[in-house]
T-cell receptor
Framework: KAGVTQTPRYLIKTRGQQVTLSCSPI?????VSWYQQTPGQGLQFLFE???????NKGNFPGRFSGRQFSNSRSEMNVSTLELGDSALYLC???????????????FGSGTQLSVL | AQKVTQAQTEISVVEKEDVTLDCVYE???????LFWYKQPPSGELVFLIR??????QNEISGRYSWNFQKSTSSFNFTITASQVVDSAVYFC??????????????FGAGTRLAVHP
């Protein structure tokens, strides 16, 4: 069974540009969440999607946005990039994102974004 | 406010030593979930264990064991007879039921474990 797939693996952009990152969840998983990992702030929750709807959002500026498609694949977009956006962006998926079950949250290997 | 503290930044041990990674959490929610993840150099977070706040049963799985104590808000993780392959960054994480979603995890800063031959 394929794991969570994130593309691209590495990305270099310049300040002011925008970027789109892609995440394909494990087959059958409908909940997709995104995290930002930086040396200074650690792992921080960005947002979570379920059945094409954003259910939860972290404390990030509006430049960070996302969406989920009908096949559960998700994209996140960062507009007007800043140097501080350089980070590892991790995507995670689970069946329903429901605490009522004992489902596990599986992570991809991430996209390493460098903003110059 | 919710918070996860991993006081140990780095731990270095020699192979076959036992090592315990500490995790202390803060939450006002009565229903919450605790996790341990491992992050090897490849970058992906590997799920190790999940514990619900209403389930204080501790567990042993092979060389891994976990000690969950609500009275001290701690969820510690022990590796017995460590191996070089255990070298990684280990994260403790918390999810609160009131956050409206199981997948909004609050992570600790992580503990880097180096196991030397």
């Amino acid at each position: 069974k394929a794991g969570v797939t994130q593309t691209p693996r590495y990305l270099i952009k310049t300040r002011g540009q925008q970027v789109t990152l892609s995440c394909s969840p494990i087959s059958g998983h409908r909940s997709v969440s995104w995290y930002q990992q930086t040396p200074g702030q650690g792992l921080q929750f960005l947002f979570e999607y379920f059945s094409e709807t954003q259910r939860n959002k972290g404390n990030f500026p509006g430049r960070f946005s996302g969406r989920q498609f009908s096949n559960s694949r998700s994209e996140m977009n960062v507009s007007t990039l800043e140097l501080g956006d350089s980070a590892l962006y991790l995507c995670a998926s689970s069946l329903r994102g429901s605490p009522a079950t004992n489902e596990k949250l599986f992570f991809g290997s991430g996209t390493q974004l460098s903003v110059l | 406010a919710q918070k996860v503290t991993q006081a140990q930044t780095e731990i270095s041990v020699v192979e076959k030593e036992d090592v315990t990674l500490d995790c202390v959490y803060e939450t006002r929610d009565t229903t919450y979930y605790l996790f341990w993840y491992k992050q090897p150099p490849s970058g992906e977070l590997v799920f190790l264990i999940r514990r619900n706040s209403f389930d204080e049963q501790n567990e042993i799985s092979g060389r891994y064991s976990w000690n969950f104590q609500k009275s001290t808000s701690s969820f510690n993780f022990t590796i017995t007879a460590s191996q070089v392959v255990d070298s990684a960054v280990y994260f403790c994480a918390l999810s609160e039921a009131r956050s409206g979603g199981y997948n909004k995890l609050i992570f600790g800063a992580g503990t880097r474990l180096a196991v030397h031959p």
